[in-house]
């Protein structure tokens, strides 16, 4: 493939970040990834990035921003396509990508609650869009069936992040589930998933959740004295 030089600029944590990036490992597409610190990110960013957010995926030195603009213009770049052929069920799959979208602002909302309430709130909203989704999922492994597409790029950092969530403080989200824990295990099971993050993530992650200072850390704190 000739294909123009691709550089993403990322944030070690950022779940948007990990979806471009499974694009690029399952299509095989040659990249480089500069990580910078978004606390304090280097002058050059705020000429690149309009929304002063990552992914930014340098093309030829020109930047592209959003997530899913990126993933997209990285689809239709290279030969073949993860989305169906089938136009309704392109749409479908767009539609359920934004429904994912929303799973990760209710994880950020219980991340960061400060008072019961609100934590309540939140687990109880996620735990309803989790439900949601396992009514509609069919066999899998993957959304579709057995081949991976770009709705399961989007929920794999998605995955990630509630499998890591459930190990630390055992939330109970997938209690009464049958296919969406299913989905998940096949989707961070898939080489592309497990490379798309580095080596570190893990722990640094953890280290995130308890610097939110929130319910979730508070619990971790009585359970750890």
Not at 13 to 37: F, G, N, S, W
Not at 111 to 129: D, F, H, N, S
């Amino acid at each position: 493939m000739n294909l123009p030089q691709l550089k993403l600029v990322s944030f070690k944590l950022c779940p948007y970040v990990q979806r471009a990036r499974i694009v690029m490992l399952e299509k095989q597409i040659e990249h480089t990834v500069e990580y910078i610190d978004l606390d304090a990110p280097p002058p050059w960013f705020y000429d690149i990035s309009p929304l002063e957010k990552v992914p930014v995926l340098l093309v030829d030195e020109r930047p592209l921003f959003e997530s899913m603009v990126i993933c997209e213009y990285l689809d239709e770049i290279t030969p073949g396509s993860l989305y169906p052929a089938n136009a309704f069920e392109r749409a479908q799959q767009r539609a359920w990508s934004e429904f994912g979208n929303d799973i990760l602002d209710q994880h950020y909302t219980l991340v960061k609650a400060r008072e019961q309430p609100g934590y309540k709130r939140a687990r109880g909203t996620l735990i309803e869009r989790l439900e949601t989704l396992d009514e509609i999922l069919g066999d899998g492994p993957y959304f579709a069936g057995e081949t991976f597409m770009m709705v399961d790029a989007v929920y794999a950092p998605i995955f990630r992040y509630l499998n890591q969530l459930e190990s630390e403080f055992q939330l109970g989200l997938y209690a009464d589930l049958d296919r969406v824990p299913r989905w998940a295990d096949a989707l961070l099971a898939r080489p592309s998933v497990q490379d798309a993050v580095p080596e570190m993530f893990t722990s640094d992650y953890r280290a995130y959740l308890l610097r939110q200072a929130g319910v979730l850390a508070k619990s971790k704190e009585k359970t750890i004295s």
